[in-house]
């Protein structure tokens, strides 16, 4: 089954980054999968985001087309991203940062506070990873066991295993909030 | 050893050339192909390779000369903009024979045009810009995988005919990330070939040739006429897919043949006969794949990122205009598989203009 | 006194002429050059990358490797190659036209990164090759077949002087000499010695420009040529070492 993902924010927000853990997950438990990023001038001021998909499948062009879950980091990323989500699609929004906000009733809306989870999960840094807990666990795209070990091994790969105890409390408490 | 990774187009290609044992590399800094520069001016010197970041793309071209004159397997890439720059050097490293890889990114337009993805410089990098009669391979990737593999397979290309090979790609494939598979590090020895200009034993003569035919243009004509015409021979690669019994056969290559091949996918699911010819090569243009289809056939349909339809052209040719040809061209938009069903569509219907 | 043996280098012996002008330069400039690369030991290990144009008459005159790419591209050839090989000695040999006109590019950037290579640039004030055109060196004043009423400043720009452009570059070597003389002949030598030295001692980009007569299009004898490169050109481009720094 095709998983069309749009994650995106400021510049700055680790979007790519979050792109490339929710790839890495897919690719270490098995799918297929394509990350596209915008690039060159788009990345100047803005927006920043990076489109994943994930499938059991070839897949073939790797941009979307029918979002089924936006990750919004901020609220350009809604103004943006929110009317080509497709019915029943997810909407994840980043309520540290966007709140007062009316959204489309025919979509999945779920707030997470990643500040306050990263606070929780006592990893600053962790914001992101909480938002794939929650990402994970809401939409049932990939196991939490799979995408755990996987990003295990990516901070690892990335010498960055130091942060590997905190990236797991993150991913945890994201997860186990929903 | 062999390893698995998720990288970018470009970083794997680059990742790729080191590991097929090139280790010269110059080259300019532009959109969409910086990736390649930016990674390999890092990764190179950890290699043991050499990397200059040129005053223009033209001078890197020269450089890949002197440094392929010393037995180096060498690398520059650009995108089209660039690439019309390459071609004084792709000139020279046609007439003396020496191998060399090259890559464009394709990004859209004519004179600056934008930094998105297009296949606008199929004709530009097919049929040359050079002066003389320079020809060379070019290959079309259409994954990050196929980057990696076509890279080993582009240096052979290259040593068997001593002459250039150029992979075609473009912004899409160069920008995305895959799971790919990347082969071990190759040795490579810098003294294999007699060509090469190395450290002379006593009483031993050296080289003394340039940019043009010491033999004699007559001779010259003829050698690289047979060279042309062998490449030709050889070196077509293609990918057919359903097409003995299709009404219809997309002809694409790189990110528009993988928008074709899930265009067959559904079209077969509705029981409509669409196929696709995905080039590998762009030159040779894989004639020989056009003798697979169904000689029934209502027409080919040529999809790529153009304004012009630049392949078609070669397709008319590769059938010596026996097959209506039709187009799908999107310029900077990658082409959409339901777009290139309903076109197929409109063919078996009667109802598409022909290009 | 003992007298010195009048040998031509190994490297030169039983090759075809070289097809230059009577009173053109280039036959004493590779003269002097296999000479000095003879005599440091690189008569195995070395490589021009030669110009089109006059200068590359030499690509056949020598037994050692040569190789001749595009017009004004010789500088970054061999840097290609030395970058490959840095054990072998690599020099580039291009006129003015080459190095000033279409190369300057890489005049600039090779100088800027330094680059361990030698540079040698036979200024004749013209394009020789092509029937004596302007060149960026041509003088003020020089009538040559496109600035037939002579170069003028407001018309054609001003010649470039490579001492004045590389002022403060940080190169291993700059020096100006000249074939027109003995005594200035004997000085170029030196000159190339000295590139080549600090190119194999890894010290950097070196550049030899060296000035030469080119009587045919000059439309001058040869003597008249030698006489015009003292009243005039020596006046303009002055000879001598302009950077040279000691190796690290």
Redesign the interface.
Request: net charge negative.
């Given at each position: 089954m095709l998983k069309e993902i749009i994650c995106a924010g400021f510049g700055g927000q680790g979007i790519i980054t979050t792109g490339i853990l929710i790839s890495y997950c897919a690719f270490e438990t098995g799918s297929q999968f394509t990350w596209y990023p915008s690039y060159g001038a788009e990345m100047r001021g803005g927006t920043a985001n990076c489109t994943i998909k994930i499938s059991d499948e070839e897949i073939a062009s790797p941009l979307a087309k029918d979002i089924d879950i936006l990750i919004a980091m901020n609220g350009p990323a809604i103004d943006k991203f929110e009317s080509s989500l497709r019915p029943g699609g997810y909407l994840f929004v980043n309520s540290s940062l966007i709140t007062d906000r009316v959204y489309r009733n025919d979509v999945n809306v779920i707030e997470v506070d990643t500040a306050a989870l990263a606070e929780e999960a006592n990893n600053p840094k962790g914001a992101n990873i909480a938002m794939i807990g929650a990402l994970i666990k809401k939409t049932g795209i990939m196991t939490f066991e799979g995408c755990s070990d996987a990003i295990e091994k990516y901070f690892t790969e990335h010498g960055k295993a130091k942060f590997n105890e905190a990236n797991q409390a993150a991913l945890k408490i994201g997860y186990n909030k929903f | 050893m062999a390893e698995?990774a998720?990288m970018k187009g470009n970083e794997a290609l680059a990742e790729a050339a080191l590991r097929a044992g090139c280790?010269?590399f110059?080259g300019y800094p532009i959109?969409?192909q910086t990736e390649v520069l930016e990674y390999l001016s890092w990764r190179m010197s950890e290699v043991g390779g050499?990397l200059?970041q040129?005053?223009?793309e033209?001078?890197?071209l020269?450089?890949?000369?002197?440094?392929?004159?010393?037995?180096?397997r060498?690398l520059s890439t650009s995108a089209g903009p660039g690439f019309a720059l390459f071609h004084?050097?792709i000139s020279?490293i046609c007439g003396?024979e020496i191998p060399a890889v090259l890559v464009d990114v394709q990004r859209v337009g004519g004179a600056c045009g934008g930094?998105s993805a297009s296949q606008g410089d199929y004709e530009e990098v097919t049929h040359g810009g050079g002066n003389g009669d320079s020809q060379y391979v070019v290959l079309t990737p259409a994954s990050v995988q196929e980057e990696v593999d076509m890279m080993k397979e582009a240096y052979e290309i290259a040593e068997k005919y001593r002459n250039p090979v150029v992979i075609l790609t473009d912004?899409?494939i160069g920008?995305?990330?895959?799971?790919i598979t990347l082969p071990d590090f190759a040795d490579i020895d810098?003294d294999k070939f007699d060509y090469t200009?190395?450290?002379?034993?006593?009483g031993?003569?050296?080289?003394?040739?340039?940019?043009?035919p010491?033999q004699g243009f007559p001779a010259y004509a003829a050698h690289m006429g047979a060279k042309y015409k062998a490449m030709k021979e050889a070196e077509q690669r293609w990918e057919n897919i359903e097409v003995s019994d299709a009404d219809v056969v997309c002809v694409a290559y790189g990110?528009s043949s993988?928008?074709c091949?899930?265009a067959v996918r559904k079209a077969r699911a509705k029981g409509i006969k669409l196929g696709l010819i995905r080039l590998i090569t762009a030159w040779p243009f894989p004639e020989k794949a056009f003798a697979e289809i169904n000689p029934d056939c209502k027409g080919l349909l040529a999809v790529e990122m153009s304004i012009k339809g630049q392949m078609v052209p070669d397709i008319k040719l590769a059938t010596k205009c026996n097959m209506p040809v039709y187009g799908y061209f999107s310029l900077d938009v990658?082409?959409?598989?339901d777009v290139v069903v309903e076109t197929a569509e409109k063919i078996i219907a009667g109802t598409c203009e022909e290009v | 006194m003992a007298i010195k043996k009048f040998e031509i280098p190994e490297l030169l012996k039983d090759k075809p002429s070289h097809g230059a002008c009577q009173g053109c330069g280039h036959g004493i400039c590779w003269r002097i050059i296999y000479e000095v690369v003879e005599e440091l030991g690189y008569k195995n290990k070395h490589v021009i990358f030669h110009d089109l144009a006059c200068g590359s008459h030499g690509l056949f005159a020598t037994h050692g490797h040569a190789f001749s790419g595009a017009h004004g591209r010789a500088i970054p050839t061999a840097t290609g190659y030395k970058r490959i090989r840095p054990d072998m000695l690599v020099f580039s040999y291009a006129g003015d036209g080459a190095t000033y006109n279409i190369g300057m590019q890489h005049t600039v950037h090779t100088a800027a990164r330094n680059e361990n290579i030698t540079a040698i640039v036979v200024n004749n004030t013209n394009f020789g090759m092509t029937g004596g055109q302007m060149s960026a060196t041509s003088l003020i004043g020089q009538k040559t077949t496109s600035s037939p009423a002579g170069r003028d400043s407001k018309e054609n720009g001003n010649p470039i002087d490579i001492v004045n452009l590389y002022h403060g570059m940080d190169i291993a070597y700059l020096a100006r000499g000249a074939v027109d003389s003995v005594p200035n002949i004997n000085k170029t030598k030196n000159y190339i010695r000295k590139a080549f030295q600090k190119q194999m001692a890894g010290e950097g980009f070196s550049l030899v420009e060296i000035l030469a007569p080119c009587p045919t299009n000059w439309n001058l004898t040869p003597a008249a040529a030698l006489d015009r490169m003292e009243n005039e050109i020596f006046k303009i481009y002055t000879l001598g070492e302009f950077i040279e720094r000691s190796a690290k």
């Amino acid at each position: 089954m095709l998983k069309e993902i749009i994650c995106a924010g400021f510049g700055g927000q680790g979007i790519i980054t979050t792109g490339i853990l929710i790839s890495y997950c897919a690719f270490e438990t098995g799918s297929q999968f394509t990350w596209y990023p915008s690039y060159g001038a788009e990345m100047r001021g803005g927006t920043a985001n990076c489109t994943i998909k994930i499938s059991d499948e070839e897949i073939a062009s790797p941009l979307a087309k029918d979002i089924d879950i936006l990750i919004a980091m901020n609220g350009p990323a809604i103004d943006k991203f929110e009317s080509s989500l497709r019915p029943g699609g997810y909407l994840f929004v980043n309520s540290s940062l966007i709140t007062d906000r009316v959204y489309r009733n025919d979509v999945n809306v779920i707030e997470v506070d990643t500040a306050a989870l990263a606070e929780e999960a006592n990893n600053p840094k962790g914001a992101n990873i909480a938002m794939i807990g929650a990402l994970i666990k809401k939409t049932g795209i990939m196991t939490f066991e799979g995408c755990s070990d996987a990003i295990e091994k990516y901070f690892t790969e990335h010498g960055k295993a130091k942060f590997n105890e905190a990236n797991q409390a993150a991913l945890k408490i994201g997860y186990n909030k929903f | 050893m062999a390893e698995k990774a998720i990288m970018k187009g470009n970083e794997a290609l680059a990742e790729a050339a080191l590991r097929a044992g090139c280790r010269f590399f110059s080259g300019y800094p532009i959109t969409p192909q910086t990736e390649v520069l930016e990674y390999l001016s890092w990764r190179m010197s950890e290699v043991g390779g050499e990397l200059i970041q040129t005053e223009d793309e033209l001078t890197g071209l020269h450089m890949l000369i002197g440094a392929s004159l010393a037995g180096s397997r060498v690398l520059s890439t650009s995108a089209g903009p660039g690439f019309a720059l390459f071609h004084e050097g792709i000139s020279y490293i046609c007439g003396c024979e020496i191998p060399a890889v090259l890559v464009d990114v394709q990004r859209v337009g004519g004179a600056c045009g934008g930094i998105s993805a297009s296949q606008g410089d199929y004709e530009e990098v097919t049929h040359g810009g050079g002066n003389g009669d320079s020809q060379y391979v070019v290959l079309t990737p259409a994954s990050v995988q196929e980057e990696v593999d076509m890279m080993k397979e582009a240096y052979e290309i290259a040593e068997k005919y001593r002459n250039p090979v150029v992979i075609l790609t473009d912004a899409i494939i160069g920008q995305m990330m895959e799971g790919i598979t990347l082969p071990d590090f190759a040795d490579i020895d810098i003294d294999k070939f007699d060509y090469t200009y190395k450290e002379l034993k006593d009483g031993e003569d050296g080289i003394q040739r340039g940019g043009y035919p010491g033999q004699g243009f007559p001779a010259y004509a003829a050698h690289m006429g047979a060279k042309y015409k062998a490449m030709k021979e050889a070196e077509q690669r293609w990918e057919n897919i359903e097409v003995s019994d299709a009404d219809v056969v997309c002809v694409a290559y790189g990110i528009s043949s993988r928008v074709c091949k899930e265009a067959v996918r559904k079209a077969r699911a509705k029981g409509i006969k669409l196929g696709l010819i995905r080039l590998i090569t762009a030159w040779p243009f894989p004639e020989k794949a056009f003798a697979e289809i169904n000689p029934d056939c209502k027409g080919l349909l040529a999809v790529e990122m153009s304004i012009k339809g630049q392949m078609v052209p070669d397709i008319k040719l590769a059938t010596k205009c026996n097959m209506p040809v039709y187009g799908y061209f999107s310029l900077d938009v990658v082409p959409d598989a339901d777009v290139v069903v309903e076109t197929a569509e409109k063919i078996i219907a009667g109802t598409c203009e022909e290009v | 006194m003992a007298i010195k043996k009048f040998e031509i280098p190994e490297l030169l012996k039983d090759k075809p002429s070289h097809g230059a002008c009577q009173g053109c330069g280039h036959g004493i400039c590779w003269r002097i050059i296999y000479e000095v690369v003879e005599e440091l030991g690189y008569k195995n290990k070395h490589v021009i990358f030669h110009d089109l144009a006059c200068g590359s008459h030499g690509l056949f005159a020598t037994h050692g490797h040569a190789f001749s790419g595009a017009h004004g591209r010789a500088i970054p050839t061999a840097t290609g190659y030395k970058r490959i090989r840095p054990d072998m000695l690599v020099f580039s040999y291009a006129g003015d036209g080459a190095t000033y006109n279409i190369g300057m590019q890489h005049t600039v950037h090779t100088a800027a990164r330094n680059e361990n290579i030698t540079a040698i640039v036979v200024n004749n004030t013209n394009f020789g090759m092509t029937g004596g055109q302007m060149s960026a060196t041509s003088l003020i004043g020089q009538k040559t077949t496109s600035s037939p009423a002579g170069r003028d400043s407001k018309e054609n720009g001003n010649p470039i002087d490579i001492v004045n452009l590389y002022h403060g570059m940080d190169i291993a070597y700059l020096a100006r000499g000249a074939v027109d003389s003995v005594p200035n002949i004997n000085k170029t030598k030196n000159y190339i010695r000295k590139a080549f030295q600090k190119q194999m001692a890894g010290e950097g980009f070196s550049l030899v420009e060296i000035l030469a007569p080119c009587p045919t299009n000059w439309n001058l004898t040869p003597a008249a040529a030698l006489d015009r490169m003292e009243n005039e050109i020596f006046k303009i481009y002055t000879l001598g070492e302009f950077i040279e720094r000691s190796a690290k």
